[in-house]
């Protein structure tokens, strides 16, 4: 043989070689991809629904596993960790977790592969050991009532609609005080500034909360999110947490924003919603108030509100309720109103043991001299409207409206 040959053999070896481990190489990246669309299919359809106390230990016990769950994962759910809970993220959260490399759990956001999940409310007992005196009884017995409200209308109103939405989601607006193991749904307009100082001092980050400034409050960034956390630290707040969502009537919430947020000199709400609703919703518009945008009338507010197309996005201040806080889906454990706020606010952090010195805050935050927004000053604004823009913005927030118990207006 000569070099020549020689040299052809170990080439034409070489190209084969080269071939069978491009082939290789792309069979294991379909098997595992495969293997990765499998399991986030199986996540995507699983029902997620609560099992009553012990329910978990009794599976365990009777060696049976239930779908979608591994005996690993059931024996993680045996535990002393889950024991005994009722729990409905507990189960989603072994089952996702387990099935995380350590890799994926340090490298990827969370739930980043996980496109849905169905989380059903449970309704818990509120530990009342720490709430000293008669004088919270009727608060109590209110609280008790809208908590069972709540968990009944959630029962018949899951029961036609299965509510699927990303964990991640579902949880950016829940803020989250470790000491005392409170985590807070932002409403806007319903008392958030002040209950966002009051974290703050539970967090030990001030003494006070009439010290701590608007800016502090909204831009300081002292406060976590539930978002921030990881897989295993959204769920385990989730379970063991004190969770709160102070709520308002609708309309008075609404109407409560549009009048910050527009009747007011302000550097983002006006060039940013303001320009796009009066250059959309206006005829004849002046040239100052396209550039400038100040000047929004309610009746184009709320033009821009119930549009289908709607010349720039939602914002939190008058998004609804249900899609905020996901009451359906998080089993909040203490529903507040702003419009029993002081009394209600007091008897929560009574419940999660703060300071006897810590009363929630009284004063308004911003606008001091201007008249709240009462059910009277809301009457004044929806005359601006026609019947149907009324009714139509009552449908807006009609899921608000039965959640929580709120009387329709007359519209």
């Known amino acids: 043989m000569n070099l020549r040959q020689v040299f052809v053999s170990l080439l034409m070896f070489g190209v084969a070689g080269l071939l069978l481990f491009m082939y290789l190489q792309a069979w294991i990246e379909g098997q595992h991809t495969a293997s990765e669309e499998k399991l986030q299919q199986q996540i995507t359809n699983q029902d997620f629904t609560f099992s009553p106390p012990g329910t978990q230990r009794q599976v365990v016990q009777n060696g049976h596993v239930p779908p979608g769950l591994s005996r690993q994962e059931m024996a993680i759910l045996g535990s002393r960790h889950w024991r005994g809970k009722a729990d409905p993220f507990g189960a989603v959260a072994v089952s996702l977790v387990s099935r995380l490399s350590d890799q994926q759990k ?120 539930l978002d921030s956390y990881d897989l295993k630290g959204i769920y385990t707040r989730l379970n063991t947490y004190t969770k709160t969502i102070f709520v308002r009537d609708p309309l008075e919430r609404l109407v409560s924003a549009f009048r910050d947020k527009f009747e007011h000199p302000n550097s983002y709400y006006h060039p940013v919603f303001g320009k796009a609703i009066i250059k959309k919703y206006r005829h004849n518009a002046d040239e100052e108030a396209l550039k400038t945008g100040s000047g929004v009338k309610f009746k184009e507010f709320i033009q821009y509100l119930l549009d289908s197309h709607r010349p720039v996005g939602m914002d939190i201040h008058w998004e609804q309720v249900s899609k905020l806080c996901y009451p359906c889906l998080i089993n909040y454990d203490f529903i507040g109103k702003f419009e029993t706020l002081e009394e209600d606010a007091n008897y929560f952090l009574q419940l999660v043991g703060a300071p006897a010195e810590l009363k929630f805050p009284k004063f308004k935050d911003r606008h001091s001299s201007d008249e709240r927004t009462s059910a009277e000053v809301v009457r004044q604004y929806l005359k601006e409207l026609s019947k149907e823009e009324r009714q139509l913005t009552y449908d807006f927030y009609y899921l608000d409206y039965l959640m929580f118990n709120y009387t329709s207006p007359i519209v």
């Open 106 to 225: 340090i490298s990827e956001p969370p739930l980043s592969q996980f496109r849905e999940v169905y989380l059903p409310p449970a309704l818990r007992p509120l530990n009342k050991t720490l709430v000293k005196g008669d004088e919270w009884k009727d608060v109590g017995s209110t609280q008790e009532k809208r908590r069972s409200f709540l968990y009944e209308f959630c029962k018949k109103y899951n029961s036609r609609k299965k509510l699927r939405t990303h964990l991640v989601h579902m949880v950016s607006r829940i803020y989250v005080e470790d000491r005392h193991k409170v985590l807070y749904c932002e409403v806007p307009k319903a008392g958030c500034s002040n209950w966002k100082r009051v974290l703050m001092v539970l967090n030990g980050l001030a003494t006070s909360a009439r010290n701590i400034s608007h800016d502090d409050v909204h831009y300081g960034k002292h406060l976590r999110k």
